[in-house]
């Protein structure tokens, strides 16, 4: 079974500053099958990026992604204040088929 | 437009039964796999349950086995999860969400509260 840990638990950060989230997978995932959302509060997830480094339609250029095997990366170059939110990685294709991690959840300082 | 629209949460007793649907539109319904996401409160996302375009096909998150069971109807666009023997773990927002072929999740409804409770 992949399970997906996603750190730090918490980033406080200011606006302007750089944000890199973590996923590490207990096994290796196919990076085709790697995504990436943004929740905010009393709305649903939001699709940032698939396949480990697409960005999702209408999505901005300050979110990128990288990664392969099992370590991948999302990066928010620059944080505007809409960008403060809970962020999850998820996996499709290994038992279970899909499974989210925990979150990293970005926060002002 | 693409939308998907879940109804049919509620408050529910623990052994209880609950069938929750999710109407589609804006795209072709039958072109898409689908899954059922919930989330409990204050917690992450969980996937429970997923549904080939056409049908045959499902699959189930260990927590839900057995007790839910997941369906389709292309004719109506509408995507149904039916949960027996419902637990006060099973609390939680359920999403619909469309399947891109990557297995990301593209579109998701705005959820329906299921509380299981005495």
């Known amino acids: 079974e992949i399970v997906l840990t996603q750190s730090p638990g918490t980033l406080s950060l200011s606006p302007g500053e750089r944000a890199t989230l973590s996923c590490r997978a207990s096994?290796?995932?196919?990076?085709?099958?790697l995504a990436w959302y943004q929740q905010k509060p009393g709305q649903a997830p939001r699709l940032l990026i698939y396949?480990?480094?697409s960005r999702a339609t209408g999505i901005p250029d300050r979110f990128s992604a990288s990664g392969s095997g099992t370590d991948f990366t999302l990066t928010i170059s620059r944080l505007e204040p809409e960008d403060f939110a809970v962020y999850y990685c998820q996996q499709y294709g290994s038992s279970p088929i899909f499974s989210f991690g925990p979150g990293t959840k970005v926060d002002i300082k | 437009e693409v939308q998907l629209v879940e109804s049919g949460g509620g408050l529910v007793q623990p052994g209880g039964s609950l069938r929750l649907s999710c109407a589609a539109s804006?795209?072709?319904?039958?072109?898409?796999?689908l899954n059922w996401v919930r989330q409990a409160p204050g917690k992450g996302l969980e996937w429970i349950s997923y549904?080939?375009?056409?049908?045959?096909?499902?699959h189930y998150a260990d927590s839900v086995k057995g007790r839910f069971t997941i369906s389709r109807d292309n004719a109506k666009n509408s995507l149904n999860l039916q949960m027996n023997s419902l637990r006060v773990e099973d609390t939680a927002v359920y999403y619909c969400a469309r399947v891109l072929p990557g297995g990301a999740h593209d579109y998701w409804g705005q959820g329906t509260l299921v509380s299981v409770s005495s």
């Open positions: 549904i080939s375009r056409s049908g045959p096909t499902t």
């Open positions: 096994q290796s995932v196919s990076s085709s099958f």
């Open positions: 804006g795209f072709t319904f039958s072109s898409y796999e």
């Open positions: 396949g480990a480094s």
